[in-house]
């Protein structure tokens, strides 16, 4: 708790001196930009600016075109629809295990994710994107939302509420990343918490099997799950492994690369996750946390196991999974899959109890997990198990005045009963309208002109086959509503 304490003391410190080197480089562009790109206004008077204020009305005059921030992207359709109908199905399957969702703000206090998260690590100490507010706090971008979950469990007092209070969320989160596949500094998470009540070992594993039914709804290629227990902080379990995981990477300290020996100072726990080559076989011959777990996190962790099994979960154990953030205790887990490269994992969690406590809430049990939605998409679409291409059911080929009143009329009872119609804003001659009903990936053309409507016969045309039908208006609605 002290040392949380002081590490937030010393990042929110760290968060300030970092905000005022921004406003310094700010002041220099801003500097340099008006006395050499931009001569010509360097002598035009400007309005002061009033104080803690900055005129940037200089920066108007540039002509360049932007570009999203490095990290950062559009989601387009058709890409879209994949991304709605992967949240769709989140929303129904975690409604049957009984979650409801919560939607926190993006802005939080940076000292909620310095002291949640840890001063240390390096999602706090290096990725979030913090800032100085006009009343002078320190403000940041979330980089995760469990600590958002649980201020917000506090603040709501959701204790008072049947235990435990199953929460989740979809939204974008932001570090400061470097970029690569499936690594961006927005990305999106579905994530889900359960707070409060027991720590039975059946909630961490129905937990598990939520999301990796979830992921067997979507049928996602090359789902491989990853369990552990890191036990929980005690000399009896990992604060004694953690002393002796130290003084055996003390031994080992010249064959080990930079990052690796400062982790021996900050976080000897984070040396399980070196992904370096030439460490590999020394971490292999270092003690392992199963052997040095207290008896209670070791009955849980067994627990934990056989409720796995009840449930039909195949898991794989990894003594290194360890997770990069403090606030894990216990059970956790990793979930990769296919066709991502080396930014396989696509969801991750575990079991935090006393985060809430932490925090300034009351003695709580916690477990959750967050899934990278982007990297989920991604391996969908690698896998090809899903197609996205733009489609309209119908496209209404209409041409003459009598024409177009009756194409709105045709429009608004297809949309109502829910069929997606393409309406040209003008009339077309039917061939150019044929052409560019196949590029959207019509489905129908329904031919429109002065001639079928003065006779109440409408022709519909199949644009796979070419194939023509002729139907009144309501023959038209039933056959649209049996075949889409
Ligand atoms: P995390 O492991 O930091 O855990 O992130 C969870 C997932 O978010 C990762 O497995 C990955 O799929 C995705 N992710 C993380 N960073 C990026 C990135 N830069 N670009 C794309 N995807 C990314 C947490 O965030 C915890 N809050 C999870 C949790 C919830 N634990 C308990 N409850």
């Known amino acids: 708790m002290l040392a949380a304490t002081s590490s937030t003391k010393t990042s929110t410190e760290q968060n300030r001196l970092v905000a005022n080197d921004r406003k310094r480089a700010l002041f220099r562009l801003s500097f340099f930009l008006r006395a050499f790109i931009l001569p010509s206004e360097a002598g035009t008077a400007e309005p002061a600016s009033t104080p803690g204020e900055e005129n940037l009305s200089f920066l108007v005059a540039t002509k360049s075109k932007f570009q999203a921030i490095r990290g950062t992207r559009d989601l387009l359709p058709p890409e879209t629809a994949l991304w709605n109908r992967v949240e769709g199905t989140a929303r129904e399957i975690f409604g049957t295990f009984g979650f409801g969702e919560i939607r926190p703000p ?39 939302a469990t600590a958002s979950v649980c201020r917000a469990y506090i603040e709501h007092q959701m204790q008072q509420l049947p235990l435990p209070v199953k929460l989740y969320y979809i939204g974008p989160m932001f570090r400061r990343e470097r970029p690569q596949k499936g690594r961006y500094r927005q990305f999106f998470q579905i994530g889900a918490e359960v707070l409060g009540g027991t720590d039975a070992p059946a909630i961490d594993a129905e937990v598990i099997e939520m999301v990796m039914s979830f992921f067997d709804r979507l049928q996602l290629p090359g789902v491989q799950l990853e369990i552990n227990s890191i036990g929980h902080n005690a000399d009896n379990c990992r604060r004694g492994y953690v002393a002796q995981l130290a003084s055996a990477l003390e031994k080992v300290k010249d064959k080990l690369g ?42 849980h962790y067994a627990a934990v196991k056989r409720q796995l099994e009840m449930r039909g979960v195949l898991y794989h154990e990894n003594w290194r999974l360890v997770r990069g953030l403090d606030y894990y205790m216990r059970t956790t887990f990793e979930i990769t899959a ?11 969690g575990g079991r935090y109890d006393g985060l809430v406590e932490l925090l300034g809430g009351p003695p709580t049990k916690g477990i959750g997990f967050a899934i990278g939605e982007d990297r989920l998409i991604l391996s969908l679409q690698e896998a090809a198990k899903v197609t996205t291409v733009a489609a309209r059911d119908v496209y209404i ?76 208006e309501p023959e038209l609605l039933d056959f649209l509503k049996r075949s889409l």
């Not at 206090?109 to 994107?129: C, H, I, N, Q, W």
């Not at 296919?338 to 969801?347: E, H, I, T």
């Open 106 to 144: 993006i802005l939080e206090p940076t000292e909620l994710f310095a002291r949640a998260v840890g001063g240390e690590t390096d999602m706090v100490s290096k990725e979030m994107y913090s800032f100085e507010d006009r009343d002078e706090s320190s403000t940041s971008l979330r980089p995760e």
């Open 258 to 299: 930079t990052d690796s020996q400062r982790r021996i100072e900050t976080n000897p726990l984070r040396v399980l996750d070196s992904k370096l080559e030439r460490e590999q076989p020394i971490i292999q011959n270092l003690p392992r946390i199963a052997d040095h777990l207290c008896d209670e996190c070791k009955a």
């Open 338 to 348: 296919a066709g991502l490269g080396s930014q396989n994992a696509v969801c991750g």
């Open 397 to 472: 080929a209409w041409m003459g005045e009598h024409a177009q009143t009756t194409a709105i009329r045709a429009a608004k009872s297809l949309r109502a009963a829910g069929i997606s119609v393409e309406l040209p804003p003008v009339g077309q001659k039917f061939g150019k309208a044929l052409e560019r009903a196949s590029k959207l990936n019509s489905r129908y053309a329904l031919i429109l002109g002065d001639n079928e409507v003065a006779e109440g016969s409408w022709t519909l045309k199949t644009l796979a086959d070419g194939s023509q039908q002729k139907f009144s």
